[in-house]
């Protein structure tokens, strides 16, 4: 669980884009820092889904919904995660949880959202 070295061993024989991201929402949700940044520096590994794709989960929403604070700034910086509508989810997610440090955060990468925005859009 987080073991960087074992890791990126891993990612030498096995292709982490098989399962889309999978591997990073797994290491954003248990709170890897050390694992996110390992995965964040192989460009094999999908920070956003594909634009055909529906899903309701990205590494940004699960950072948020878990509390993840330096790991949601960490996925923001890295410049691969898209603020979009999708992550409104994330902002209410946060709000829910007490997390006014995420919700602030997101608020910088998503000008002119407001909870009180997304809520009315709802």
């Known amino acids: ?33 050390d694992a ?7 460009s094999r590994v999908q920070t956003e ?3 055909d794709m529906i899903v309701d989960n990205t590494p940004l929403t699960a950072a948020a919904s878990a509390g993840h604070f330096e ?7 890295s410049g691969e995660t898209q603020v979009d ?3 409104h989810k994330a902002m209410r997610d946060s709000a829910f949880n007490g ?3 995420i919700v602030a955060l ?3 990468h998503y000008p002119g959202s407001t ?3 997304i809520e009315s859009k709802q």
């Open 36 to 42: 996110v940044r390992a995965l964040l520096a192989d």
């Open 49 to 51: 889904p594909p634009a």
């Open 85 to 87: 509508s999708l992550n």
């Open 71 to 77: 790991i949601a700034k960490l996925l923001l910086a």
């Open 1 to 33: 669980h987080g073991n960087v070295q074992s890791l990126q061993r891993l990612l030498g024989t096995v292709d982490p884009s098989v399962n889309g991201q999978a591997v990073l929402v797994s290491a954003v949700r248990g709170g890897h820092m």
């Open 106 to 108: 997101l608020a910088q």
């Open 99 to 101: 997390r006014a440090d």
């Open 115 to 117: 909870l009180e925005d």
